[in-house]
């Protein structure tokens, strides 16, 4: 999904952020990246046009877009801290061989968990949201 730096701007400036050129360059790698890149993913694309930002600042970033709900976190099977820039309701299929994590969108597995859980209703338990992470391998590895 390409985002312009404009939208960046305004999605910075839409959840009461600074606007500075470090949260530019980093939201810019995450959406650029693409397939849910690690923090050090992230430094290495920004550092071949900013050699000088420092890993602390990315990771101070990551923090705050974080809870500014502008991405999400997402762990692997390996511990490995991913990024995923994209909001919208969606799951993950995770290949426990090559670490891949890509999108998965369906509606009618939604629907399914809401309908489950709206039965079931767990005692003391608010659900936010559904984000089903399916574990497997690709064909392609």
């Not at 969606?90 to 994590?101: A, V």
């Not at 659900?127 to 392609?140: A, L, M, P, S, Y």
């Amino acid at each position: 999904m390409e985002h312009t730096i404009d939208e960046i701007r305004n999605k910075l400036s839409d959840k009461s952020l600074k606007v500075t050129p470090q949260r530019i360059a980093i939201l810019d790698a995450i959406y650029k990246i693409g397939g849910h890149p690690t923090a050090d993913n992230i430094i290495e694309y920004i550092r071949k046009s900013n050699p000088n930002i420092a890993s602390g600042t990315v990771y101070k970033v990551l923090d705050t877009f974080i809870e500014k709900k502008i991405i999400k976190r997402v762990t692997t099977d390996r511990d490995v801290m991913r990024y995923d820039g994209i909001m919208d309701k969606h799951h993950h299929l995770y290949c426990s061989e090559c670490d891949i994590i890509e999108d998965f969108v369906d509606e009618e597995l939604d629907l399914l968990l809401n309908n489950y859980f709206k039965n079931k209703q767990i005692k003391g338990f608010n659900i936010r949201e559904f984000v089903v992470q399916i574990k497997g391998t690709f064909d392609k590895c």
